[in-house]
């Protein structure tokens, strides 16, 4: 594809990822036929393609309209394009500029809007004042907007981590944001299983927000600043004997992974955040290779499996999971448009609720269709979007592994 972008931006770093994306799309649209928004409203605008031509014409110079922010916003940046695509367009990379230049330059958003938008940027990454309100928001989710509620786990106490077993392989876990709050079984049945397998678990203090959420509302400084704290608290670790920095949150792992892209351009902090990236792996990818016979269920059970577009199509990672639950004899039942985003994606389950709901109800229709006794899945979003609405538990995969371990 031909480009017309400003010489002052082409030469920048950002103009140059731009221009690499728009000159390797030849805009054949393949990327449509699996494009979870273009399949649900039939608008060009709402595909890989339609967006490329948006951000394409606002990056060179023609301006953005309100209908530009809207498409954009709606894209759930699930990367399935980047999966189908023929060209290898790195989509996400384009999205990453034309967000965060939208932010600074593009039509101001409805008043509500940025009020959402902000409050979840000043929240979300800050534990101090998340997990406080999101315990609150547990208490009162009756009073909550539907919308809120259905992010909103059940009130319920806390969940002590086992205590450190001072055995010799050691791996780095990242609370989170969300997770450790919403859903604390995850993390707890994670080192329960790992301290089975003979590896302890250490958390670093000063680590926090991996910087996902910001970077999605364009925000990419934020992201950069989190990033970097993330780097101080873990490379010291990782290089001192630490194994691995092991994601329970797929959304996370994908953020982390791209820690050494992010920075890419910091002489300070490229050559740690490549370090960091190099040793980030999901816990899936982690278990490989391990002896699980002691994890081998006694009593059969039923599960279908949503694997998160961060793991299958960010990450790549796709049928790890899928050989751990084999291997400790756990049926999966067939799962049509496996490769399909739930409508999650990360905060557009909260700022787009029409689109996350019909992708929801699709993805359900699907992952219910077997009658399994459970859904499981590697990201908390996936998770709590999924549980608001299925007729049966949703949980993170590992909690089937850790049920088989006495309590």
Known sequence: MQTRLPESFRASAEGARAEAVLRSCVHCGFCNATCPTYLETGNELDGPRGRIWLMKAFLEGEGASEVTVRHLDRCLTCRNCETTCPSGVVYHDLLDVARTRLEAEGPARPVLSRLARGALRLVVPRRA??????????????LAPRRLRDQLTAPR?????????????????????????AVPETQQATVRVLQALGVDVEYARRAGCCGALPLHLGARAQAQALARRNIDAWAPLLASGVEALVMTASGCGVEVKGYGALLADDPAYAERAAFVASKTHDLSEYLQG???????????????????????????VRGAVEGLLDAVGIERVPVAESYLCCGAAGTNA?????????????KLGALEAGSP????????????????????????????????LSP
């Open 129 to 142: 004042l998340f997990w406080p309100l999101y315990r609150l928001g547990q208490r009162l989710r009756f």
């Open 157 to 181: 106490g806390r969940v002590a981590l086992p205590a450190s077993s001072g055995l010799s392989r050691r791996v780095l876990l990242l609370a989170g944001c969300v997770e450790g709050v």
């Open 290 to 316: 391990f002896d699980l016979a002691a994890f081998r269920v006694a009593q059969p059970v039923r599960v279908a499996w949503h694997p998160p577009c961060t793991l299958q199509h960010g990450q790549g």
């Open 350 to 362: 909260l700022l787009e609720p029409a689109m996350a709901e019909a992708l929801r109800s699709r």
């Open 373 to 404: 006794d459970r859904i499981v899945t590697a990201n908390i979003g996936c998770e709590l979007h999924l549980a608001a609405a299925a007729g049966r538990p949703v949980a993170h995969w590992i909690t089937l592994l850790a049920e088989v």
